[in-house]
């Protein structure tokens, strides 16, 4: 259809221009034709539309309202106040003299959602606030002596997706709480939790108790407001029976003598117990490693994977776990089943011929070995304080294997020996296997079949120097300060005694005393005593008593009982031996038992030996605590 349209050419515009429009309206459009077909569905189109539309609203409304309504209002009320958890503050761990083992530090985490953070550095952190981005700050963990206590104390590290589950079922069960209730108690990812050590032991009472939050929340999760607060209460702090000047002066010696020319050893362990209580006083595993390495936000990946990665197992706990043939050290056992059992008496006296020979077998002893000599008549004493093979070959056949099976038993060597971290490893006699004499021979003195951790070796030590009692080792102090703020262990189990007669201790006894005397075998611990200087005005006060503490000039002499140990370990082509020694001091009334093994070290006495005087050294030169 054509819409007719007149333009005119020309239009004045005056005062009259207003009429003039009014006036030439029709002009400029014309009236359609009365034959013009008008439209007469579009508007059913429209309302077409209208009535589809209402319909999926009502229907929509219908769904939300009565079929889902239940679920849509559960969801509004709980978007609305939100529970939430707040972290308790660790404890903090630290040694028998105060010294802080293990802190709290503040960490910052760099969140890309719920399930992906790291840790970022300080300087990070800072960078992120200044771009108004959020940072997230939590409570982390640092150890000062490092490498020191690392065995001992362990390390914390973020909580894994497979341990989460693990620990929050845990959880559940002791508080009862299903599974779909919200869990205070709980882990979450991004939470710390105890690897090793005492962190691990000791998890529960260093993590404290965590709090929750009531909030109001708006729709796009803004807080409003706090409904409700309940403060999470601080772990408790742990004192450990770690003296930690010992512990330093130790892992110093240790370290100087696994790096010194000539050592081709792997590793070396120390472990020092105080006799009357059972304490741990001292426990380095060398090579050690930093706990920090687990908590640095500045942490490179390849710096984790050397020390998983290392032959010389630094993460290994050698004074808990590691076994290794005894030699020597292991006399003990067999000398008081012997003296227990009848076998031998504090007469018996053995002829030392230098070897002896069973068929085409041969066994001879270490000084003849050596320097082709032979030590005459030797009765128990001698024997343990010289360490003579012969005497024990021979009382090793007299007692029998089963016999000495027994005793080693009752000194704890085929059980694991608790002392309140993990790792502990049982000992061994004798596997299942046919049994000869010359078996029992070379478990007389300390090889064959025989395997035992240092933790053992001081043990039965430990027995020794308290007059037969064993008090179970414990890595937490028995005293702790009684703020309370401080975790008071239970009642600790009381010494019990093994049932040694007066006689067999004091043989025994005294055997050890003379192989630290002229004479012995541990020729470093002869004539043992601190240096002391008459006119120092701040001078350790000892307790000179003429037996413990014997005055001399220019020192205090301390008596010290040992036994040394030099054990055949691979191939007897490569003639390789561990170097061991354990001593106590002072004899009749000792304070600590220090246990060395260096691996491959060669003989206890030339390497084990200065090791463990050191150690006394620095016990008794500074006084004790």
């Known amino acids: 259809m054509e819409a007719h349209i007149r333009r005119k050419k020309i239009i004045r515009l005056g005062s009259g221009f207003g009429e003039s429009i009014a006036a030439n309206r029709n002009a400029y459009f014309s009236k359609p034709s009365a034959d013009t077909p008008r439209t007469s569905y579009g508007w059913f189109i429209s309302l077409a539309a209208c009535c589809c539309f209402f319909v999926l609203l009502m229907g929509r409304l219908f769904y939300l309202t009565i079929v889902n309504g239940a679920y849509y209002r559960d969801l509004g009320e709980n978007n609305r106040i ?4 707040i972290a308790p503050i660790r404890g903090v761990i630290y040694s028998r003299d105060g010294e802080v083992l293990a802190s709290n530090r503040p960490v910052s985490k760099r969140c890309m959602s719920t399930d992906e953070c790291r840790l970022i550095s300080h300087e990070e952190a800072l960078e992120y606030e200044a771009r108004g981005e959020k940072v997230t700050v939590q409570l982390g963990r640092t150890y000062p002596k490092k490498e020191s206590v690392a065995h001992a104390v362990g390390y914390v590290g973020e909580i894994t997706e497979e341990q989460l589950p693990v620990k929050n079922e845990e959880i559940r069960s002791d508080y009862h709480l299903p599974s779909e209730e919200f869990c205070q108690f709980c882990y979450e990812m991004g939470d710390y939790t105890g690897i090793s050590g005492v962190e691990e032991t ?23 407001q706090e409904l409700a607060k309940v403060d999470a209460i601080p772990g408790k702090n742990v004192y450990v029976s770690i003296h930690a000047q010992l ?30 209580s059972g ?11 930093d706990s920090n390495l687990f908590v640095n936000e500045e942490l490179d990946s390849s710096l984790l994977t050397s020390l998983l990665t290392d032959p010389q197992q630094p993460l290994f706990n050698r004074a808990i776990s590691g076994l290794y043939p005894p030699g020597s050290t292991f006399k003990i056992v067999p000398a008081v089943a012997a003296l227990e059992e009848g076998n031998v008496q504090a007469d018996t006296i053995i002829e030392d011929t230098g070897i002896i020979s069973i068929g085409s077998f041969s066994f001879s002893n270490w000084y003849y070995t050596q320097y082709g000599r032979t030590e005459g008549a030797v009765d128990i004493v001698k024997a343990i304080s010289r360490s003579n093979d012969i005497f024990f070959y021979k009382l090793g056949e007299w007692t029998g294997v089963t016999k000495i099976e027994e005793w080693a038993k009752k000194f704890g060597l085929t059980e694991p020996i608790d002392i309140g971290i993990s790792g502990s490893v049982p000992g061994s006699v004798r596997r299942k296997r046919d049994w000869y004499l010359g078996d029992t021979y070379h478990l007389a003195i300390g090889q064959g079949d025989l395997l035992a951790t240092p933790l053992h070796v001081n043990t039965w030590t430990q027995i020794i120097a308290d007059d037969g ?6 890595i937490l102090k028995r005293d702790p300060p009684s703020q309370g703020d401080s975790y008071l262990p239970a009642t600790f189990s009381s010494c019990k005694p093994i049932g040694l007669k007066p006689e067999t201790l004091h043989l025994v006894q005294e055997g050890m005393r003379q192989s630290c005397s002229s004479g012995g075998t541990a020729w470093p611990l ?21 037996k413990n503490y014997i005055q001399e000039p220019g020192k205090i002499r301390i008596p010290v009982a040992c036994k040394t140990g030099t054990a055949e370990f691979g191939s007897p082509e490569e003639k390789r031996t561990h170097a061991w020694l354990t001593a106590f001091a002072p004899i009749d009334d000792p304070e600590i038992v220090v246990t060395v093994l260096i691996e491959g070290g060669g003989e206890g006495s030339s390497v084990a030996g200065p090791v463990v005087k050191e150690i006394l050294e620095e016990w008794f030169g500074k006084g004790r605590e």
């Open 469 to 474: 009692m064993y008090c179970q080792p414990t």
């Open 279 to 289: 304490e741990v006083l001292l426990l380095y595993s060398s090579p050690s490693y």
């Open 526 to 546: 002869f004539d043992f005593g601190i240096p002391v200087a008459t006119d120092s005005a701040d001078r350790v006060a000892y307790p000179v008593d003429g």
């Open 247 to 276: 512990q330093e002066q130790a892992t110093l010696v240790l370290e100087r003598v696994r790096h010194s020319p000539g050592y081709n050893g792997l590793g070396a362990a120390v472990i020092a117990t105080d006799p009357k």
């Open 82 to 85: 939100h529970e939430e958890r």
């Open 202 to 224: 000791f998890e529960s009472i260093l993590r404290g108790t965590p709090g929750k939050r009531l909030v109001e929340v708006d729709s796009f999760g803004k807080e409003l």
